[in-house]
T-cell receptor, first 111, second 116 residues
Framework: KQEVTQIPAALSVPEGENLVLNCSFT??????LQWFRQDPGKGLTSLLL?????REQTSGRLNASLDKSSGRSTLYIAASQPGDSATYLC??????????FGAGTTVTVRA | DAGVTQSPTHLIKTRGQQVTLRCSPK?????VSWYQQALGQGPQFIFQ???????QRGNFPDRFSGHQFPNYSSELNVNALLLGDSALYLC???????????????FGQGTRLTVV
């Protein structure tokens, strides 16, 4: 059974600081990994999709890396802003079609 | 493109009642998955529908059932509601046709179900 862990569970930083969010998974036989953002009480917004053959993916201030063999992914958010405050979830997709999620990292960026 | 749309956004039901939640996938998507998210936790997979059939199911009781229509929209039904069924229910769509397994999933805004 795939287990996904996100560390830390919560993070508070001053505006302008870079954010580093970690995700680990137990079964490396994945097809892809997605990072999502979730605002309180809302749905999930897809931020980045990394295919199993890729090492990293970038979109604006966001960069995500994937080390499939060690079961790790890291999401970097450069020059954080108060609008980046949200919960960030990582999810992996394997042969069973479903996405397996971590519990998320709740980020607070202080102005 | 309207993206994934879910209805209703909020719902309050009494223990023992039945509820139906609805989902319209993103344009061009043929696969719909349902997830349950309890407060403070990550979403848990309920089941996935492709070509109007349940393709995969998570560890949820038979009280949870679903349907997919020819236009790819989907319904989630929950019978005999329990207090523990209170959660945010999320629908996700993807374009898994023709054997694609590495497609991106897009989520709706969710339905907040409260059982009292």
């Amino acid at each position: 059974k795939q287990e996904v862990t996100q560390i830390p569970a919560a993070l508070s930083v001053p505006e302008g600081e870079n954010l580093v969010l970690n995700c680990s998974f137990t079964d490396s036989a994945i097809y892809n990994l997605q990072w999502f953002r979730q605002d309180p009480g809302k749905g999930l917004t897809s931020l980045l999709l990394i295919q199993s053959s890729q090492r990293e993916q970038t979109s604006g201030r966001l960069n995500a890396s994937l080390d499939k063999s060690s079961g790790r992914s890291t999401l970097y958010i450069a020059a954080s802003q108060p609008g980046d405050s949200a919960t960030y979830l990582c999810a992996v997709r394997a042969r069973d079609y479903k996405l397996s999620f971590g519990a998320g990292t709740t980020v607070t960026v202080r102005a | 493109d309207a993206g994934v749309t879910q209805s209703p956004t909020h719902l309050i039901k009494t223990r023992g009642q039945q509820v139906t939640l609805r989902c319209s996938p993103k344009s061009g998507h043929d696969t719909v998955s349902w997830y349950q998210q309890a407060l403070g936790q990550g979403p848990q997979f309920i089941f996935q529908y492709y070509e109007e059939e349940e393709r995969q199911r998570g560890n949820f009781p038979d009280r949870f059932s679903g349907h997919q229509f020819p236009n790819y929209s989907s319904e989630l039904n929950v019978n005999a509601l329990l207090l523990g069924d209170s959660a945010l229910y999320l629908c996700a769509s993807s374009a898994d046709g023709q054997g694609a397994v590495d497609t991106e999933a897009f989520f709706g805004q969710g339905t907040r179900l409260t059982v009292v």
